[in-house]
């Protein structure tokens, strides 16, 4: 990997999901593309939900911190609705830090319209339930462990980007 490469991708180590504080957005698998054109940056990002209010957030952090790379003119980020994002893209760093903090990744190989259920981020039980499917965030539900009886956050998994 090229140097500038390296950089872009420790810079995009350091710029958190404004709803997941503290996962990256590279851990959490969103950058798709990244292209270098002599000191102009192209990435193209996977969003992890439709209509996730915090893309623009997102966008704003990523060319903010992109663009103070000393040698880089231009930043552009574009989401791209075509590339399905899936939680096998979530790094392993990004799956230790959403557990550490109560959120469930969403469940793998999820076929949409299946009923969904994730293991607890506490104990690691599958025997939790639904408590409230809208969440704090249009990207999150929380549900409850029936184990433990802890109430935790999961990521809802990405059903189709057109309704
Ligand atoms: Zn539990």
Not at 126 to 131: A, G, L, R, V, W
Request: with cysteine; charged share 25%.
């Amino acid at each position: 990997m090229n140097q500038h490469l390296k950089e872009i991708e420790a810079v995009l180590k350091t710029v958190d999901d404004p709803e997941l504080p503290s996962v990256s957005v590279f851990d959490l698998g969103m950058v798709h593309d990244v292209k270098v054109i002599g000191s102009q940056v192209l990435i193209t990002m996977v969003p992890t939900f439709a209509g996730c209010p915090a893309l623009d957030f997102i966008k704003r952090d990523v060319q903010k911190a992109v663009g103070d790379l000393p040698w880089v003119s231009d930043c552009e980020v574009h989401f791209s609705f075509e590339e399905k994002w899936s939680t096998d893209a979530i790094t392993d760093e990004g799956k230790t830090q959403l557990k550490k903090h109560g959120v469930a990744p969403p469940p793998e190989n999820y076929q949409p319209g299946e009923e969904w259920t994730v293991d607890c981020p506490y104990c690691g039980s599958d025997y939790t339930s639904m408590e409230n499917v809208f969440g704090p965030t249009a990207c999150r539900s929380i549900l409850y462990c029936t184990s433990c009886r802890n109430p935790f956050e999961a990521m809802k998994p990405v059903v189709d980007y057109v309704y």
